[in-house]
């Protein structure tokens, strides 16, 4: 039986908005773990001495209901089973399945006596009737697949170092299932990643938008997989994939992008003039949600590009840790990341696989050490052994993961 690992940091989200009068959203990549917080938060709630008449699921990916069943019908069926002298726990999963949804929440979230909490696997779940219906009655809670501390925390009967643990966390994968999937074998796992990116691929992409090319938008996926950390445009990309005999506009390089990244397979980070303080308006960078596809449908894990899978690592952790997040540009030097959390505070990153070569560390620090301000500066890498250089401080890359 597989370890159920406590999702503690969106647990005590969840926690901290029991019982307030606003939609709880939970979104991220299908098989991030959405559903599994539900049920563990379900059962948190269950624990506290909450009846079980009062916690009500229901998965709209499974045949629940009638296919001719409207929201209406729906409805009806849930307030069949609620009780109305005290505060009911109802959990909707995907209900996106069912058609005008938008109006299935509504009608449950103006019952005084429902704690509404939704999943939904597509950004545009959030877009259009539903953005509009629902507008300052909603907050989201952005689920990843497992971090590194999860991951380790998922193979407590392992002898393997952390170190030995991160290198499988690089070249494996993080999708929740896929981690425990691996005592069944490197293949099996493998096969459940690409079913999943397949999925996502075929259910939020290509059936919701209709895609007649599939090939063109499979060869630009990939082609965003190989360039993680590195600057792209749609017209960049375009240019590059007609060099290798592919003919694809810049338009719908764009929004195959953006099928993409409101699918939640990638992530984009726009670069940010530090000096200038301003947002710019090319060249952004994406990174990907799980480096499992990156490995699996490249065709192998690609040891020269290390320093870049790193930083996808890193980029993920600091989206886990709640900060907005910047490509940075000072001059012509390029800071990996700038970070602000809740409180606007700022934060700088470099990430590179090492910096014991004098000349790579001379290349990483000039950056920071070009920034006129006192925040915060970091390097991370996979050096052992790290110091504080001219007030930049230096973490491996493990430690950081497990003791922020």
Sequence with gaps: MKKLIERKFYLDQLKRLKDQHIIKVITGLRRSGKSTLLTMFAQQIINSGVFTSRVHQYNFEKPLFPETHTWRDIYQEIMAKVVTDNMNYIFLDEPQQVPEFERLIDALFVENHIDLYVTGSNAYFLSGDIATLLSGRYITIHVLPFSFAEFVESQEETTATKYELFNRYLSETSLPQGVFLHKQGIDIQNQYILDVYNTVV?????????????????????????????????SSISKAMKQDLQNIHHKTVQTYIDYLVNSFVFYQAHRFDIKGKQQLATQEKYYLVDLGFRNLKLGKFQYQDLGHLLENIVFLELKRRGYQIWIGKVGSYEVDFIVKNAMNSVEYYQVTWSISDPITAEREIRPLKAIADNYPKHIISTDMITAEIDGIKHRNIVDWLLDP
């Excluded at 630009?220 to 792209?232: I, N, R």
């Design 202 to 234: 075929e259910k939020d992409i290509r059936q919701r938008y209709n895609i007649q090319n599939m090939r063109s938008f499979d060869n630009l996926s990939m082609f965003l997989m190989g360039a993680v950390g590195s600057t792209v445009s749609p």
